[in-house]
Nanobody, 117 residues
Framework: QVQLVESGGGLVQPGGSLRLSCTTSGIIFVIHAMGWYRQAPGKQRELVAAISSGGMTNYTDSVKGRFTISRDNAKKTVYLQMNSLKPEDTAVYYC???????????WGKGTLVTVSS
């Protein structure tokens, strides 16, 4: 049974930091690309950051320089360090695991991040 479990969300003031974690089970973690997506109220889900199985990263423009994605293959966990948070970062953040060759794509249930004073 595949599980992706996000944690670390919460309420933070503008300018603050949070670190999200996504712990996985039931997949061969090392061969999956991992991504963090977010969905704000009334908006479509968007890719925030991704990291390949080889460690290459990419970010959406609005978070470059503020967010850092990383992975720990031994712990089967992916992280999203979020600094200098802004109210527009408020959203539900979802973890995704994808393996294109095997046509596998799995999602977590999400964790809410609220940036507000």
């Amino acid at each position: 049974q595949v599980q992706l479990v996000e944690s670390g969300g919460g309420l933070v003031q503008p300018g603050g930091s949070l670190r999200l974690s996504c712990t996985t089970s039931g997949i061969i973690f090392v061969i999956h690309a991992m991504g963090w997506y977010r969905q704000a109220p009334g908006k479509q889900r968007e890719l925030v950051a991704a990291i390949s199985s080889g460690g290459m990263t990419n970010y959406t423009d609005s978070v470059k320089g503020r967010f850092t994605i990383s992975r720990d293959n031994a712990k089967k966990t992916v992280y999203l360090q979020m600094n200098s948070l802004k109210p527009e970062d408020t959203a539900v953040y979802y973890c995704n695991a994808e393996q294109v060759v095997l046509r596998q794509s799995y999602w977590g249930k999400g964790t809410l991040v609220t940036v507000s004073s």
